[in-house]
């Protein structure tokens, strides 16, 4: 079973632990014990609380609180055939028992008995309609049973009560993936010949980093179509991936001749021209971009080397100093490197004093960023020891 599913049950328990004070009104006898088992399974003394909680049992077999506390004692101490009766007990002497059937669904599925687990997520739901951990779990038990589609349904439900939850959003991510994998196969069986089959196929290579398969497959999609918006760009792209420059120019530019005004692919092509040492086309592009956005920043910063590579000095400067005077709303990387290059640049240009400051300022904000980085590093390995010790 995968690791997540195991720790985002235990990690509900203690959500849905009954307290002694669900025992009010009992014998005192009955209280004690109550008492007794619920310190006992707080404190992970199993046996002891098992002990108890089965002794509450004979003395109010109709209380079932003490039925289901005794399942939980029994689902920690992994007695999954002990665990089921006592909770399934518990439901049935009060089936609006907040708890018990998600932990009946987590037993359940534990034995690999996906239907009946998903039965039992779909009470607690309906008893309980904000658990997102029942949400959750009703996702994975649908998705072991196939229904990949309920199984988004439920989780994005979970996801949205709880929108930073890791566990949750890992589920839902593989959910989305099979989903697509199911939608895939369908178009195929509906035309295997089809170019979008090829499409998504080199789609899923590339993520894949199988970049020779994503090639072929992009290439057999731009045989059967060659007009098509969008497929050179991506054949270009994984092109880039390989450092293959040469032949991803010819598809960024094969892509503008079907799509003219997409900035995008003029962008990425100027970049490839840039690294390409044909400054003079990359100037063309990027100015163009400019002229439509004026306030890309990006454009600004690549425009400044394109002018560095043909050696216009003080357009370079100005393109670089657009990039710091809108830093705000940069890439903190892009910031950094224009600094550098203004620092270069104003001491060809004779203006010491503004090539100091760049430097300087270039400087701090590399000092920031390796700061920044180490103290990432440190909370890594601090998570790192932290997990393997265990809770």
Known sequence: MDGRVV???????VLCLLTAASAIGQSEAFEATFHKGTEALRGQQLDEAASAFTQCTVLQPGFAEAWFNLGLARFQQNRLDDAIPSLEKSIRLKPGIRGANLFLGI??????DYTAAASAFEHEVRTDPGNADALMWLGIAKLAIGSTADAVTSLEQ????RPKDVDILYHLGRAYMLRSKEVYERMYVADP?????????????????????????CQEAIKLRPEEPGLHQQLAEIYDR????????????KELQIDPHNEAVMYSLAIVLIERSKPGDAEELL?????????SLDAHYQLGRAQVQLGDTDSAALSFAAVVAGQQRADPEMVRQSYYQLAQLYRRLHRPEESRAALDSFVRLKQQADAEQGHKLEDKLKKSVQEKQGP
């Open 287 to 295: 100015s163009a971009i400019l002229r439509k956005t004026p306030e």
């Open 107 to 112: 037993a359940r599925y534990r034995e690999n």
């Open 193 to 217: 010949k089809s170019w979008r089959v090829h499409e998504v196929l080199a789609q899923s290579f590339a993520e894949a980093d199988r970049l020779d398969d994503a090639v072929k497959e």
């Open 158 to 161: 979970a996801a949205r009560l």
């Open 7 to 13: 720790r985002s049950g235990w990690g509900a328990m």
């Open 242 to 253: 390989q450092n293959n420059l040469e032949a991803a120019e010819a598809e960024y530019r």
